[in-house]
């Protein structure tokens, strides 16, 4: 059965994740750009011209798209989510980096609209973080580390994703409270860390490693993403499932269990 068409409207059109979205909106059946928005000024994208995201509030108010989709920068994603909360709008964010003061705001927008908001829109992801949480519930007093690689351009560290696993880790270790970024001279491991390391190089896509180690062995968890396809694909499966939504706060589980439900 295939879905109702969906309008979307893109920001950050000109970046990595943004293009990305915008192809794979060309190549998915009832999917249109009804807008899509740069800060800078940006050639079209597969056809599609990119306007000034200045103007994103008459665009939305004069496309009425049926959901935006945002890979930016936290100062923008908060910006973009009280636009789509004045528009009625709902919002797929995968911007990352955000400090607790702008969550709180990027929240604020989904008593208006339905907000979803995901540090990674990989499936695999999903299923790593299950497994995650299985395996450091199952093993306690095992010590944790997590390791990110990404592409030398990103911005923050450690990745959204990172924080994620981190917070499931904390979620069912209630021993392990510290996370320790890299380790550097006279420092032996503590009980109560986790160890957080994040490397930055060339153009892997995204690579995130947990590594649980005791009783003389270890497990490691690894997901890699092959390319930012799988973050585009599962954002615009977020947009198809968040425009039928009413107002609230979501996460990709919510769309990977409506998924599931409907099998
Ligand atoms: N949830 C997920 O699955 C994934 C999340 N991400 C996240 O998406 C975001 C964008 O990643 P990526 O596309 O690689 O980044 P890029 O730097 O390639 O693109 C960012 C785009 O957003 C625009 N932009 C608007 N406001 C800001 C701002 N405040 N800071 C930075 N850029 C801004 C940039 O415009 P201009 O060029 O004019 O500055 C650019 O077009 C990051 O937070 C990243 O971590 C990335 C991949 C997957
Ligand atoms: O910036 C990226 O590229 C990515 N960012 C996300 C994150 O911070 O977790 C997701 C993915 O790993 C790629």
Redesign the pocket.
Known sequence: MSADPLSIAVT?A?????REVIEAAAAREGVTVAVAV???ETDPVAGVAVGDADRLDDLLASEAPDALVD??????AVAYAAACADAGVPLVT????FGDAQIDDIRAASEAVPVLK?????RGVAALRRAVREAAAALPGYDVELTETHHN??R?APS?TAKSILDDVEGVREDLDERVHGRKGDAPRESGEIGVHARRAGDVTGEHEVLLAGNRETLELTHRAGD?GV?AEGALDAAEWLAERDPGWYGFGDVLDAGAADE
């Open positions: 950050g000109g970046g990595r994740m943004g740069n800060r800078t890979f930016t920068g936290p100062d923008s995968g911007t990352t980096g995901a540090s990674n829109f990989a351009a990103k923050d959204g930012r973050f």
